[in-house]
Nanobody
Framework: QVQLVESGGGLVQAGGSLRLSCATSGRTFSYNAMGWFRQAPRKEREFVAAIRWSGGTTFYADSVKGRFTISRDNAKNTVYLQMNSLKPEDTAVYYC????????????????WGQGTQVTVSS
């Protein structure tokens, strides 16, 4: 089992930046990849970005490509999501999640989740 704790959310104006962190603890070594998802009110949870612990291969949703960057610090067991050029439509609760077997776009393939952190982008 791995524990995930997100931080770094907040209120920012459109065009601004935020960096989210996801601190992991527990059996982190047993997980293959980490992902960021988001869920806006009355919408389904959607894939944002993901990264493999080993090698650092990254994947992004088309809606955030070129604006968001996912990275990891293996020594700190922490995953980051740098979000630039934020838009009001990026407003959501952001979750990090751990996958034991690989990178997937479906949230159902991730077995551990953090509690989420709110990101609000004002226009």
């Amino acid at each position: 089992q791995v524990q995930l704790v997100e931080s770094g959310g907040g209120l920012v104006q459109a065009g601004g930046s935020l960096r989210l962190s996801c601190a992991t603890s527990g059996r982190t070594f047993s997980y293959n990849a980490m992902g960021w998802f988001r869920q806006a009110p009355r919408k389904e949870r959607e894939f944002v970005a993901a990264i493999r612990w080993s090698g650092g291969t990254t994947f992004y949703a088309d809606s955030v490509k070129g604006r968001f960057t996912i990275s990891r610090d293996n020594a700190k067991n922490t995953v980051y999501l740098q979000m630039n050029s934020l838009k009001p439509e990026d407003t959501a609760v952001y979750y990090c999640a751990a996958s034991m077997t690989g990178i997937y776009y479906s949230p159902t393939r991730y077995t551990s989740w953090g509690q989420g952190t709110q990101v609000t982008v004002s226009s």
